[in-house]
C-alpha cells in the first residue's frame, strides 16, 4: 500500500514543512470524529497509555491535550498490581508493565512480603496444575486418538479413563474397610459344613472329593465352588460387629465419592456444551481465532493440532447444512418428518418391548433347566444354562444399538442430536435389561413379594432355592462382567481383525466394503457405562468386583487402542466432542442412580441371609447400624440422635434455602452481566458501521473538495 501512495502538493507549505493540522484544511479532526462513536467511552482498545486509534501527531492543541492525557493515564495504569499476564492488554503494554514492576522493586528493595507472596502463589498454583496434568497417564495417546479421529473418539477414551480411576479409588476403600478388617480381627472361619442346618436351611458352597479341570473352569466362570467361598463375594464375610459397620459405610462411601467426581465432570463439561452451542459467540470464529495453541513443539504437536481443528470445522459445517436444510422445509414436509419421527418411535418401543421379555424369560428358564439331570451332568451344558441370562443380554445390546443406528439418520437430526438419541435408546435399554433381570432375581428372592408364601414365611427370603441371596446376586453381576469382556474380546480378536486382513488381502471394491470399519462411539460409550452400573449393582454382593473391573478397563483400554489405530478408519460423520464431554457423565450418573435402588432395596426392605454374610440374624441389614448407634457413649449418641430431629433439620433447611438464593441471585448477576456484554459487542458493531459511513462520506466530501479547487485554477 505504501508504494502506491502518490504525493499531494496541495497538503505541504510552499517551505516544504509539515502538513497544516486536519481541522485547518476545513474538515473533522479524526479524533472528533471519533468522539461521535456510539461507544465513546471505549476509545482505548490498544491498552494503557496508547493513543486512541487513529489520533495523528500532527494534531492541533486539543491533540496535545489527548496525548498528555493519555500519558497521565498510562502512568496510573502501569500502577496495576496485578500480574501482566491477567491484564487484557496487548503484548507492547504488558512488557511496559513487567518493566515498571520490575523497577519498583528494584527501588523498593525486595518489595512487601505480602505482595511478594500475592504474586508467588497464582504462579505455583498453575505450576501445580501443569504438573498434575503432565501426571494424567496415557495423555499423549489420547493427543494422537483426538488429532487421527477427531474429539468425539477421544472423549471415549477419556472417560474409560476417568472410570479407571473410579474403579481404583472404590477399589482402595473397598479393600481398606471390608479385607482389613475382616483378617485384623482374627482368621475368618471356614465355610459351614454339609451337615450344618439352621430353621432356614442349609448352605454348603464346597465341592467336595477331587474336582476336574472342567469343573474348575466353570467355578472360575460362574463364581462357584471355590470361588464362591472367598473374599470375593459377601457370604464369606464372618457375622463381627465392627466388621459389619465398615462394610456396610464402605457402599455408602464409595458411592458418595463417584457421584461427586461425575458431579465434577459433567460441570466441567456442561461448561464447554454451552460454549460450543452459544450463539453470542460462533463456533468458526472461535476456531478460527482461537483453537491454535502457539505453545505447541514439534511437527508431531503441531500437524495433531491441525487434524483436531479440522474434524471440529467439519462437524459444524455438517450441521450448519442440517440445520439450513431443517429451516427450508415446508409446512408439508415438517409434517411428514413428525409422522416419520413416530413410526419409528412405535418401532423402538416394540423393539424394547421385546428385549426386556426375553430377558425376563430367560432368568425364569434358567432356574427350570438347573434342575434337569442331564444339565447337572455335563458342564458345559451347565456353564451354558447359568449363562442363560447374560448371553441373551449381551445378543440383545449387541443386536438393537446397530438398528437404533440405522434408525437415527431417518429422523432428520443434526449428526450430534442423532449421538444424544441413539445413546439415550442405547442406554435405555441396557439399564432397562439390567433392571429386568433385578426384578426376575427379586422375583425369586422374595417369593414375587408373597411374604406369606410357604418358601418365604419362615424367613422372609427364599430359603430353599437361594440360601445365601446376597451371593447369588454377586455371582450374576460378577457373570455379567466376565463375559461382557469376553464378548468384546472375541469381537475384536474374531471379527475386528479378521475384517482388517480380507482387506489387506483382496484388493479392490470388496477389500474396502469388508474392512472399513469406524470406531463406534455410542456403542462403546454405552459398554462402558453398562459394565460400570453392573459394578455398582453388584459391589455391596460381590466386594472386590471393583478391583476387577479395573483390570478390565486396564486391559480394555490397550485393547480398544490397538483395534482402533490398526483396524478402525476415521469416522466419515464427526460429533461435537463438547456434547460427548457433558452427555456421557450425564448417562453415567443416571447409572449411578438406577444401580442404587436395588442395593438400598436390598438393605432396608430385604431380610439377610440366615446362613452366610456379616449380617445374619438381622431383621434387616440397616438394623446393624441402630445397634451400633445404642453401644456408643452417651454424648455420641445424643449427637447422632439430634442429627435426625427437626432441631437440625429445620435450620439446615433454612440455611440450604438461603445459599440456594444467594446462588439464584448471583447466577442471575451473572446473566445480566452476560447481556450487557452482548449489548457492548453489538455496539462495537454498530461502531464498526458508523466509522465505515463516516469514511465513505470524507472521502467523497474531500474529493469534490479537490476536483472545485482545481477546476477554479486558471489555465
Known sequence: MEENRTWDPDAWGSSGEQPAPQKARGGQSLAAVLHQLPSAATLRYRGPGMLPWGTLEEEDEDGERSRQASAEARQSELQDPRPSRELPWPMQARRAHRKSQAREQVALGSGPR?????????????????????????AWTLKRIGGQFGGGTESYFSLLRFLLLLNVLASVLEVCMTLLPTWLEGAPPGPPGPGTSSPCGSYSPHTQGLVSFPAQLFNLLSGEGYLEWSPLFYGFYPPRKYLAVTYLCSVFAVGLICLLLILHRSVLGLKQTLLAESGALTSYSHQVFSAWDFGLRGDENVRLRQGIILYELQVELEEAVVRRQAAARTLGQQAKVWLVRALLNLLVLALLAAAFYGVFWATGYTVELQEMSLVQQTPLLKLVVNYLPSIFISVVNFVLPFVFKLIAPLEGYTRSRQIVIILLRTVFLRLASLLVLLFSLWNQITCGGDAEAEDCQTCGYNYKELPCWETRLGQEMYKLLIFDFLSGLAVTL?????????????????????????????????????AQTVVWVGSFFCPLLPLLNTVKFLLLFYLKKVTLFFTCSPASRTFRASTANFFFPLVLLLGLAISAVPVFYSIFQIPPSKACGPFRGKSSIWAQIPESIDSLPQTTQNFLFFLGTQAFAVPLLLISSILMAYTVALANSYGRLISELKRQIKTEAQNKVFLAQRTVAMSSAKGASTSVSRDDVPP
Do not use: D
Open 114 to 138: 505480602t505482595a511478594h507472596w500475592a504474586r508467588l502463589l497464582p504462579r505455583s498454583k498453575e505450576k501445580m496444575k501443569e504438573g498434575l496434568r503432565g501426571l494424567q497417564p496415557w
Open 494 to 530: 474374531l471379527v475386528q481383525f479378521p475384517r482388517k486382513l480380507v482387506c489387506g488381502f483382496c484388493p479392490g471394491a470388496l477389500g474396502r466394503v469388508a474392512g472399513t470399519q469406524e470406531f463406534e462411539v455410542p456403542h462403546e460409550v454405552l459398554g462402558l457405562i453398562y
